[in-house]
């Protein structure tokens, strides 16, 4: 399934709506879309995942890079929202170790570690 | 493609049984400049066209034993023959003939009663269109000369990325492994082995690299050369699982387009009964008791090169003579199942418990048949590979 992004600011950052696939297919989308938020500036990005059904294998590395490339441009990534499936792959790779999963914009915006 | 080296003369073939009609052609297309054939008969003529490959063939309709029609479909029906162009010539050009002829293989028409700036058209426009079939047919020759040179170089790769592999058999003296490898393109980008570092201690492991094709089996291959005792021993200087994938998390970074490799790495020590293992990311490894209890040695874990600054922590678990390791892919249970759904980690498990009064081998053919049953057909849309180690002897 294609994706689609669809970004809007917030407080200190922008949210990044995903929808679809993050996924080998969809990875030049997707680096394309958060490189260019990176580079205007942003110090924190928000994912929300509500809407994305599975990541890959690609995905994952993509998610990985994503955080090392903000980390080093002194910025940070968080997570709104992965569904169930999407959450499980993630815990087995413990992704929220790099990219901290949030379950509420409130949350993700004050960097509240409330949810895992 | 290769450049036009000369400027040599089109060749046109003219095949008529009339040699007055013949000899005129001929002679006024040796005029514009071309190489000119001649044949009385369609035999003669299709000698003639298997020779020479001529750009262009003038044919006439009416000819005793092979007609103009004839030698089309003859020519059609030739596969090196069948890209000719054929201009047929006819005194009755009656939409119907026309119609006919075409139908049977000629490219064009030709009136008897054209004048000659028709004649000059109508020979420069089958030229032309033989001149880009026979580009089309160079270049289409080129690219499957280069596919298969390139196939040949995959081929090769491949053999070198098996010949990595541990052949099935005996380890040591009371331990088996068997294995399976099937890699989902020509080149596959997971790899295992298993070493024995002594009579009592083994070490083995199971890595896949993210993404297909060529870049990951190198990447796979680079990182089995760390993975070799004589690498560990300079760089982490311990046998520990903990501390080997602790420093190949520093010596493999995520590529800049976001590859990394996950892995199991193990090692088994007999005489004091323990298996020692750290995982990266890699959810592919269980341990299966003859008791039949069944542990996956899963932990939540960073895939190597996510972050720098991770330290893997080595778990045990005690090991008794009967007890079977398992490392495999996580490609053998994370694809689609014929209804859709993922087969999942239960469903092999499920498979492999079901095996347990089977020979290794056989436990590790069957797991694999079962998996293709369950997705229905027998390519796996990622690398698959399967390697099982059993413990037989009496334990120290």
């Known amino acids: 399934m294609a994706m689609q992004t669809k970004e809007r600011p917030v407080p200190n950052g922008v949210m990044l709506e995903l929808t679809g696939d993050l996924t080998y297919a969809n990875r030049e989308q997707f680096k394309t879309a958060v490189e260019s938020i990176r580079q205007k500036g942003c110090r924190h990005l928000i994912l929300n995942m509500a809407d994305v059904r599975f990541v890959d294998s690609s995905g994952l590395g993509l998610l990985a890079l994503v955080s090392q490339n903000f980390k080093l441009s002194q910025g940070k990534v968080s997570m709104l929202k992965p569904q169930s499936y999407v959450r499980e792959i993630m815990s087995l790779a413990n992704i929220q170790k790099l990219i901290p999963v949030y379950e509420n914009e409130q949350d993700a915006l004050a960097g509240q570690p409330k949810a895992a | 493609m290769k450049p036009e080296t000369s400027e040599a003369p ?45 750009d262009l063939t003038i044919l006439d309709w009416m000819m005793p034993e092979m007609d103009g029609p004839s030698f089309c479909e003859t020519v059609r029906r030739d596969p090196t023959l069948l890209s000719s162009q054929i201009l047929m010539m006819t005194g009755n050009d009656q939409p119907e003939q026309i119609a006919e002829g075409l139908a049977r293989g000629a490219d064009d028409f030709l009136s008897k009663a054209a004048s000659k700036y028709e004649i000059t058209a109508r020979v420069q426009a089958g030229i032309r269109a033989a001149g880009l079939i026979r580009r089309l047919e160079d270049v289409t020759a080129e690219i499957r000369q280069k596919q298969e040179a390139l196939e040949q170089e995959l081929q090769s790769a491949a053999r070198y990325v098996e010949s990595l592999l541990p052949a099935s058999g005996p380890v040591v003296p009371g331990v088996r492994m068997a294995r399976l490898y099937r890699p989902s393109l020509a080149l596959g980008g997971d790899l295992f082995n298993i070493v024995p570092w002594s009579d009592d201690f083994l070490g083995l492991y199971l890595l896949d690299a993210s993404g297909h094709g060529v870049s990951p089996a190198l990447r796979s291959s680079a990182f089995a050369t760390f993975l070799r005792r004589d690498s560990l021993m300079r760089h982490v200087g311990s046998n520990d699982p903990g501390a080997i994938l602790t420093e190949a998390n520093k010596q493999f970074p995520l590529t800049e387009r976001g590859h990394y490799f996950t892995i199991v790495f193990a090692s088994l020590d007999l005489r004091c009964r323990i298996l020692s293992y750290a995982s990266a990311g890699h959810g592919g490894a269980l341990l299966h008791r003859r008791s039949g209890e069944v542990c996956w040695l899963a932990q939540p874990n960073l895939p190597l090169g996510f972050d720098p600054s991770t330290t893997y922590v080595t778990a045990t678990l005690p090991i008794e003579p009967g007890d079977r390791v398992y490392l495999l892919s996580d490609g053998l249970y994370e694809f689609p199942a014929a209804n859709g759904e993922l087969w999942g980690q239960e469903r092999l498990e499920t498979t492999i418990r079901a095996l347990a009064q089977q020979p290794l081998e056989t436990v590790i053919a069957e797991t694999i048949a079962e998996a293709v049953r369950a997705q229905g057909h027998e390519q796996f849309p990622d690398d698959v590979a399967l390697m099982g180690v059993e413990i037989e002897r009496e334990l120290g």
């Open chain 2, 10 to 54: 089109q060749t046109v073939l003219v095949v008529d049984d009339e040699p007055t009609a013949r000899v005129a052609l001929a002679a006024r297309l040796k005029r514009l400049g071309y190489r000119v054939l001649q044949a009385g008969d369609g035999k003669a003529g299709l000698d003639l066209l298997r020779r020479e490959r001529p």
